[in-house]
Structure formats: structure tokens, C-alpha cells
């Protein structure tokens, strides 16, 4: 069955407590759904204690880590829970796993990033490669349509990289890239493929077993839980890498490289973001499940669901966001603007007004209580490409599956009187 707004809205607190506000932010950063909330609640008021105590609130904590972990493969379809490691945020485990890949690489060999990233999956890289004198290719992008130039990456391949390190989706343009073939051409060459799908996860199934890739990352506050940050590694890699980590942390995965105290009650929201997502596969998912039980079952099954009956209620708002920027004077859209090729993209839209600087639009809507975001959302290499970076970059519009058409009008309704004073 279709998703049906007023039951997914009431699981999302702010959107009761807030009313009238539309969150066109979630690139950003999304709402946090009930039941994260709820988890990071229990957490706190009924087993807050430090791991691996002899006494029942610690008990009682790690098994609520434990099934965090075993949630989060749910959710990537990792072999393993050990394959998952929680951090602050993708950033920081980035910059730290980081350290502990690029200790294999010698002086004069070759990693590859591209213009589409967020800096997150771009400097960790290259901040390594100079610390062990190792060279960095950079990929392009196509600046009419924001999409990756296979082309390029393919000659980018040719040197042998140690390392590709290249995104699901971009925070930017919204251009999902087709990783599973990117993946696929990276292992021919011998390279190791890091994806950052910060910007996916919130938007459709992610199976890394069928993508094959080496790490994968993504952070749960773009899908409806707290500010955390989930690795996963497959594990024989991370069982041949050095762990940076203080004695006596433990020499298992993922303890290795889950350094120091980690943020408990943060790892059990996760927990809770995911059952949120379990219901709406339980609740709307089941028309798409046929493509999924040969392989899937319980939770895994349900997260499948959950995640493709999401993708195609955003179709539609996508297309709904495409059409009112489209129609007003004035607006530049970049990336993907062909409705024919929405599945190749999430429904994040970047644009710019003329005669208005991105932020005075960002506040120009935030006066009438919808927010947005404008500059270059850390895809510095983006907005340098595409010429707009001193320009104060381009404003972003995310929709995801709690927001209505009702509010894509309301945008159309407050930006055609910004085009009106231009």
C-alpha cells in the first residue's frame, strides 16, 4: 500500500511540536523518528552504565550495542555484526579509519577521489596520502548534468589505484552513482572502494554484500535517528588492519575500532531508527517485497521493503520539487533535470535564483517557516566546478518521505513571490 502521510508524521515528534514548520532540510540533516527517541530515553533512565560491567545496567547496555550492531547489518546486509562499527559521525570515523587503511600504502602509489564528494570522502584521503607520500587522481564530473564522468574514472583506473573512494549519492546534486559498476571496474584494477552513502541511506535499500564493497558509511541522523556515524568493513579487511587504539581496548571486532567510550545512548537510537523503518516496511512495504523474499527474511526483509516503499512515494515528490523549479523565471537548476531519469538521483535539488544570493533565499524561506539550506554543504568541490562557490554557492531542497505535496505547493507558493521582486 502507499504511504500514508498522517500515520508516518505522527511517529515524528517535531512535526507535531512544530507545526507549520517544513523541513525541506533533511540533506542536512532529517527529523528524529519516535522511536529513537523513545530508545535513547530508555537508554538513559534504564541501563546508562560503561561496558562490560559485572552488574545488570551494564548487562543490560551491552546487549542493547549488541542489537544495534546486528540491526545496522540488518540494514546493509553485512554478513556479520562484527563488520559494523559505530563513531561520532562519518566524518570523524572516516578520518580515523583513514589512518588505519592508508598505512599499506607506499610511497608513489595512487588513490582516487572524485569532484562529486562531500570533503568528508575527499580530504581524510588526501590529508593520508600526503602523510605517506602517495599520489591522488581526481575524477570529474559532468557539469550539465552533475553526473560522474565514467570516462574518467575509467582512465583514473588505469594507474592502478590503491584506493576509490566515491559517493552513493551526492549531498549536492542529488546524482546517485552507479556504484555497483564502479565498485566492480575498481576491483579489476586492484583497488579497495570506500562509499560514502551518508546522502543514500535515507532514500533506498543499501546491500552491501551485492554491491561487494570494501567499507561503506553512512550516518544516522540523515535517516531519522541521532548524530551517529556507521561504518561497515568487511571482515577480512578489518581484521588485517592495524587498529589505532589505546591499551587495554580489546583486539575484536568491531572494539578495535570502536575506541574509547562510545556514545551509548546515541547506538541505541540508531537501534531505534531502524525499527522506526522496520514498522514502515512491516506497515507499507508489502507490495514490494516480491523482488526481495527469495533473499530475505524478518528484519532484513521488512528493511527492504521499507526502504523501496520510501523510494517510490519520492519519486513522486521529486518529480512534484523538479516541476515548480522548473516552471519559475529566474531559477538555475544543476544536476539532473530530466523526470525520465529520476532513478538516477535522490530529491535533493540544488539551485540558484537570479538576482538573489543563495542565503538571502535560504532566509527569505526561513521567514515563512520553511527551511533549506544554502553554500556548498562541505561539497566544496562541487561548487568550485560548477563556478559558484564566491558566488555563496547554490540553495538546497531535500525533501524525504515525511514531507507532502502540500508543502512542495507551499514552496512554490513563497519562491514565485521571490521571483516576483527580483
Not at 588492519?241 to 546515541?266: C, I, S
Not at 512491516?282 to 523510494?311: C, W
Not at 540558484?352 to 553554500?375: F, H, K, M, S, Y
Request: glycine share 8%.
Amino acid at each position: 500500500m502507499p504511504l500514508d502521510l498522517s500515520m508516518i508524521r505522527s511517529q515524528f515528534p517535531a512535526l507535531q511540536q512544530q507545526a507549520g514548520v517544513i523541513f525541506f532540510d533533511n540533506p542536512g540533516g532529517t527529523q528524529i523518528a519516535r522511536p529513537s527517541l523513545d530508545r535513547i530515553n530508555a537508554y538513559l533512565t534504564q541501563h546508562n552504565a560503561n561496558h562490560g560491567g559485572a552488574f545488570t545496567s551494564s548487562q543490560k547496555s551491552d546487549a542493547v550495542l549488541d542489537e544495534a550492531h546486528a540491526a545496522m547489518a540488518d540494514l546493509y546486509n553485512a554478513a556479520r555484526p562484527e563488520e559494523i562499527i559505530f563513531g561520532n559521525n562519518m566524518t570523524t570515523l572516516t578520518l580515523h579509519i583513514s589512518r588505519s587503511i592508508a598505512r599499506a600504502w607506499n610511497p608513489g602509489d595512487t588513490i582516487v577521489v572524485t569532484r562529486l564528494d562531500h570533503d568528508a570522502n575527499v580530504t581524510p584521503w588526501i590529508l593520508a596520502a600526503q602523510d605517506r607520500g602517495v599520489n591522488v587522481r581526481w575524477v570529474d564530473f559532468d557539469v550539465e548534468d552533475g553526473t560522474l564522468k565514467l570516462d574518467d574514472f575509467a582512465a583514473a583506473l588505469e594507474l592502478h589505484p590503491r584506493l576509490v573512494a566515491v559517493g552513493y549519492a551526492s549531498n549536492a546534486l542529488g546524482t546517485i552513482n552507479p556504484v555497483k559498476k564502479l565498485i566492480q571496474m575498481a576491483h579489476a584494477a586492484g583497488a579497495q572502494v570506500y562509499i560514502d552513502a551518508v546522502q543514500y541511506a535515507a532514500h533506498g535499500p543499501i546491500d552491501v554484500q551485492d554491491l561487494g564493497c570494501d567499507f561503506l558509511i553512512s550516518s544516522a541522523y540523515k535517516f531519522f535517528g541521532p548524530h551517529a556515524g556507521i561504518l561497515y568493513g568487511r571482515d577480512d579487511l578489518l581484521e588485517q588492519l592495524f587498529a589505532y587504539k589505546v591499551r587495554p581496548a580489546p583486539n575484536h571486532l568491531p572494539g578495535r575500532f570502536e575506541t574509547g567510550t562510545q556514545n551509548h545512548e546515541g547506538i541505541a537510537g540508531v537501534l531505534g531508527a531502524i525499527e522506526y523503518l522496520q514498522w514502515v516496511g512491516q506497515t507499507f512495504g508489502q507490495d514490494y517485497g516480491e523482488k526481495y523474499r527469495d533473499r530475505f527474511s524478518g528484519r532484513r526483509l521488512d528493511l527492504k521493503q521499507a526502504m523501496s516503499a520510501i523510494r517510490a512515494y519520492e519519486f513522486e515528490i521529486s518529480r512534484a520539487v523538479l516541476g515548480v523549479l522548473e516552471e519559475l523565471p529566474g531559477v538555475r537548476i544543476y544536476g539532473l533535470t530530466d523526470a525520465r531519469r529520476l532513478e538516477e538521483r535522490v530529491p535533493t535539488f540544488a539551485f540558484t535564483l537570479q538576482g538573489w544570493r543563495p542565503r538571502q533565499v535560504a532566509e527569505a524561506l526561513a521567514q515563512q517557516n520553511i527551511c533549506v539550506w544554502d553554500g556548498n554543504y562541505y561539497a566544496i568541490n562541487v561548487t568550485e566546478r560548477l563556478g559558484v562557490e564566491e558566488q555563496g554557492g547554490m540553495v538546497r531542497v531535500g525533501p524525504v518521505h515525511y514531507n507532502t505535496l502540500d508543502e512542495v505547493a507551499r514552496l512554490k507558493e513563497v519562491l514565485g513571490k521571490l521571483v516576483e521582486t527580483a
